[in-house]
């Protein structure tokens, strides 16, 4: 305050203090930045004055007042329904009145937020339902589902939920109160199929409700080298289709990345040769057309197993058939014609020259195992006596 007499040089300043000795009441309830879907409130204070008055207003100055509640005589106040809220942001302060003086109103009057307005929806983005992941440190990343977001009065966050099970009963993780669109699962998930959804919730308890589930499988493990297990090593095959198969990697507990093959046939032992067959097959088995093949060759195939989360195992040890294809009795490999000089041929092999046979599959016509005397006698029968058919293995 400044105090003159009109002179030059006679202006004093000096301050003082006006001090009231009623102290606005303390604010109890509803606490600071409550935040609800209720329209009507309860207030409490805490005063010992002979009379309150209650404001409500849309800003903190207590400028902008939307109700006025005079003459309360108790520390406690309940609205009446027809003053119910509209959804938005109020502050709220009580001035106390001892006889004909009062209190000043509070510096920080009290937030409460009315907020009935659900969050805008969420929409996962990735991993997505297609993904086979080798690294179980995963992001999921979310957004949301409209660009055209209701009015957001309550602060809001995200909540995002995962499980090994589609219905969320089993190896639950939550993590909420989350204010990006990504979150770091590092370290909380292990080799299985994951499935995760996401909601968004504001302080005042409105939720956009889950999203769509979307999924994603995690798989660290390299594929087992296959074991082969037919044409078995040695084996000789002649049929028309032969059939290779192998067994995979064993099943575990949990869900895999989709496994596959690649199968080699070669005429080379060392495998330097592709141009019979080398592709991937997606069972663990092959039918493969014995036209490719040359008739009375030795081959060697071998198989690695692959899966969709991009591991690979090593070769299986190659094995070994030959591809022999024969009419049983054709002795002399002629081309279907059983006759005498088949005969002559195998009464050479077993008693005169002992000369091999071009293919010794067709001279066992007892299907026994062995080329000996029975198959001669056989082929007797067959030829010029009871004319039965041949069996050969």
Not at 60 to 73: A, C, D, F, G, K
Not at 309 to 337: E, H, L, R, T, W
Request: aromatic share 12%; proline share 7%; glycine share 6%.
């Amino acid at each position: 305050m400044e105090a003159s007499s009109s002179g030059p040089s006679d202006t004093a300043t000096f301050s003082f203090t006006v001090q009231n000795p009623i102290f606005p009441p303390t604010l109890i309830s509803p606490a600071p930045a409550a935040y609800s879907p209720a329209r009507l409130y309860d207030f409490t204070w805490s005063s010992s004055g002979d009379s309150y008055t209650l404001y409500i207003a849309t800003d903190t100055q207590m400028v902008n007042l939307v109700r006025v509640y005079s003459n309360l005589l108790d520390t406690a106040f309940t609205m009446p329904a027809a003053d119910s809220l509209v959804d938005g942001i109020y502050y709220w302060a009580v001035r106390s009145f001892v006889g004909a003086d009062s209190s000043s109103l509070q510096l920080a009057p009290y937030l409460i937020g009315v907020d009935n307005v659900p969050p805008v929806s969420l929409d996962p983005v990735s991993p997505d339902g297609s993904s086979y992941l080798n690294d179980p440190n995963v992001t999921l990343v979310f957004q949301a589902a409209s660009a055209n977001s209701p009015q957001v009065i309550a602060p809001e966050f995200n909540v995002v939920e995962a499980s090994t099970s589609p219905d969320f009963s089993t190896d639950l993780i939550r993590l909420d109160s989350l204010t990006d669109f990504t979150v770091s699962l590092a370290g909380l998930l292990s080799e299985n199929r994951w499935y995760w959804h996401v909601e968004r919730i504001d302080a005042a308890g409105n939720s956009s409700g889950f999203s769509t589930t979307a999924s994603f499988l995690i798989d660290t493990t390299t594929p087992a080298v296959p074991t082969l297990v037919s044409p078995a090593d040695g084996a000789t095959v002649g049929s028309d289709t032969i059939v290779f198969h192998w067994n995979g990697s064993p099943p575990v507990g949990h869900a895999t990345a989709p496994e596959y093959y690649f199968v080699h046939v070669s005429s080379d032992s060392l495998f330097g040769e592709y141009n019979i067959f080398a592709s991937f097959v997606y069972s663990d088995s092959l039918a493969l057309s014995s036209s490719i093949l040359t008739n009375q060759t030795r081959y060697y195939w071998r198989v690695k197993g692959l899966d969709s989360a991009g591991f690979f195992s090593n070769y299986s040890a190659g094995q070994a058939f030959d591809f022999v294809q024969y009419i049983c009795g054709d002795i002399d490999n002629s081309g279907g014609n059983i006759d005498i000089a088949d005969l002559t041929m195998l009464v050479d092999h077993l008693f005169i020259s002992f000369n091999p046979l071009p293919i010794p599959q067709a001279a066992d016509v007892d299907a026994n195992g062995l080329v000996d005397v029975a198959d001669l006698t056989k082929l007797i029968d067959h030829l010029f006596i009871n004319f039965v058919p041949l069996t050969c293995q």
